[in-house]
């Protein structure tokens, strides 16, 4: 598909390219790469409590975290958090955006008023939510009560419901992001693929998982790592808002106890070697998109 | 009715059930926003609009200093958005139409950009901005950000679909590489230009976590801080009337910006998922 041009369009401009690439390089180096090897580096240190003097610990810091009760609570709330993200969120939105994905009167409004959540920051929809669910007064507790005959609920002294609220908003938010590109990847799919399907008389529910699910795996790779890194790091305004970790550490999602550790506690070490581990953790997703998607790509030729 | 008609009745009436299921949260909030402090705390909830929108509004603004917090806010987002996109054009200018050593690069570039997202390196970037003494200004709030694998990406896709004559065409006419990437690529690419700044206008006003640590006075606080400050400014009770009026006038901007661009941002994205 891809046709990569491998002649020289402008011949005798030998400095030109790296004079465009330049300030891209040089913004990549300077403010990722070289932060983050001072990350790794600091990862193995520890600062004595007034930021005087660095101590060389080797992996000190990392067993610190591993054998810490906190941070395994934080690693298990953030993998919760980010699983109903990814799939709930998902799922919803690739059904939605196959509904949407017919000749219909008004698709254009529809696009519109379905993808609009899009706009909204982390915090924005964490400030809603918790209005939604405000205790006592809040829309969602009075339906609750309503229909249960009398059930209090309460978000903000129950562990559970807390995670189980914050990942239904930051879900939410994300809804508008995830159908446009379901939509854009549902479109791109060549219509005769489909009817020579339905031709070959499998039902509407055999056509999705046989023809469209499978070619649209490129797409849906692509999500599951952005829907990731937002579950891991985008999310943090709206826990701010809503929760600050709590109740207890149920909500403590890694983003916050990384925040906490570094710039209130002014734990460096142990911050840095958290950077380092969720730096492992988006590699090898990372990694495992990137391979997807080439190799698609050649299916596809 | 045929069968394709009832059936187009039900896309409709799914697709509305939708639009209201996914709107009733805003909906609510901007009810909210309408409201006095005691009907806000209303038992059974009221689900129909006040007279009080304008005063809340009023209140919210001048509580959190808003005039101040949007400015900021938009020069950094347009900012951001801006360098993003000039720097993305450039990069893909270089990896489509030139021959060079390293240009291989490409590839671990963009896997490093995807690999190292703020987090995993946010202490040492505070530091190397107290350094720059960047702390509390726009450089600090800005560069840390300016790395783009969407853009390049983009940019890279397009351009390879550009005919191959066109460079040609502009060589023999005698126009020399950097006219005829200003003069012919930058406004054909247009369209993807577009869908970039919404998606980088977009996360550059939502920012949150590091606008929060690079900045410490009132003065250089952005949009989101601010909600954060209405709802932390108040008493056991909540304000919910004010801090809603907030909240709505803070997604404004960002939802203005994906509503005028709506066409453009919608092929964009067409374009990247095609691949």
């Known amino acids: 598909m891809e046709n990569v041009v491998e002649e020289e369009k402008f011949p005798g401009h030998p400095l030109l390219p790296y004079l465009l690439i330049l300030p891209s390089v040089a913004v990549i180096v300077v403010f990722l790469v070289f932060p983050f090897l001072q990350s790794v580096q600091e990862s193995f240190f520890a600062t004595t409590a007034f930021g005087t003097k660095s101590v060389f610990v080797g992996l000190r810091n990392y067993e610190r975290l591993f054998t810490s009760p906190d941070f395994r609570a934080s690693a298990v709330a953030t993998l919760l958090f980010a699983a109903f993200v990814m799939l709930v969120g998902l799922s919803v939105s690739l059904a939605v955006a196959h509904l949407l994905n017919q000749k219909l009167r008004g698709q254009g409004f529809y696009q519109i008023a379905l993808i609009w959540t899009y706009a909204l920051s982390p915090a924005v929809a964490g400030a809603i939510w918790a209005l939604m669910f405000a205790p006592a007064t809040g829309f969602v507790p009075y339906v609750v009560a309503k229909l249960s005959g009398g059930y209090l609920m309460n978000w903000m002294t129950n562990g559970s419901l807390a995670l189980l609220v914050v990942s239904a908003a930051a879900t939410w938010k994300m809804l508008g992001y995830n159908i446009v590109f379901f939509l854009a990847g549902l479109q791109n799919i060549p219509e005769e693929f489909v009817d020579a399907a339905r031709v070959d008389g499998a039902g509407p529910w055999r056509t999705f998982w046989d023809i469209t699910f499978p070619m649209l795996s490129p797409t849906t790779t692509f999500l599951l790592f952005v829907n990731m890194i937002y579950a891991f790091f985008q999310v943090f305004g709206l826990i701010d808002i809503m929760t600050q970790g709590g109740p207890g550490d149920a909500t403590n999602i890694l983003i916050y106890k990384l925040y906490r550790d570094a710039f209130l506690y002014l734990d460096t070490g142990a911050a840095s070697a958290e950077s380092c581990v969720v730096f492992v953790v988006i590699s090898v997703a990372a990694i495992i998109q990137l391979r997807f998607a080439t190799r698609k790509a050649i299916y596809a030729r | ?275």
């Not at chain 2, 783009?148 to 351009?159: A, C, D, E, V, Y």
């Open chain 2, 1 to 275: 009715m045929t069968p394709r008609q009832i059936k187009a009745g039900a896309s409709h009436a799914a697709l509305i059930a939708l639009v209201v299921v996914i709107a009733f949260p805003v909906f609510y909030a901007l009810i909210v926003s309408t409201l006095t402090f005691r009907q806000a705390y209303i038992y059974p909830p009221r689900l129909y609009p006040g007279t009080e929108l304008w005063n809340n509004v009023v209140d919210a603004w001048n509580r959190i200093n808003m005039g101040r917090l949007f400015f900021v806010t938009s020069v950094i987002s347009v900012g951001a958005a801006v360098v993003k996109i000039v720097l993305s054009l450039m990069a893909a200018f270089a990896y489509t139409h030139f021959r060079f050593r390293g240009r291989a690069l490409l590839f671990p570039m963009t896997m490093i950009t995807q690999m190292l997202p703020l987090p995993v390196r946010i202490l040492p970037t505070y530091e190397l901005m107290a350094d720059f003494h960047w702390v509390n200004s726009y450089s600090g709030l800005m560069f840390p950000f300016f790395a783009s694998t969407t853009g390049i990406l983009l940019f890279r896709q397009f351009f390879l679909t550009v005919p191959r004559d066109m460079p040609d065409a502009a060589r023999v006419d005698g126009a020399g590489p950097l006219r005829y990437f200003w003069d012919i690529l930058v406004p054909v690419s247009r369209t993807n230009i577009a869908a970039l700044f919404v998606i980088e206008f977009i996360f550059m006003w939502s920012q949150y976590l590091w606008p929060l640590i690079v900045t410490n006075t009132a003065d250089m606080r952005v949009v989101q801080i601010g909600l954060k400050m209405l709802i932390a400014t108040d008493q056991i009770s909540p304000a919910w009337n004010v801090i809603m009026a907030g909240t709505i006038v803070s997604m404004l901007p960002p939802l203005a910006v994906l509503i005028a661009f709506r066409k453009s941002f919608a092929e964009g994205i067409a374009m990247q998922t095609a691949k």
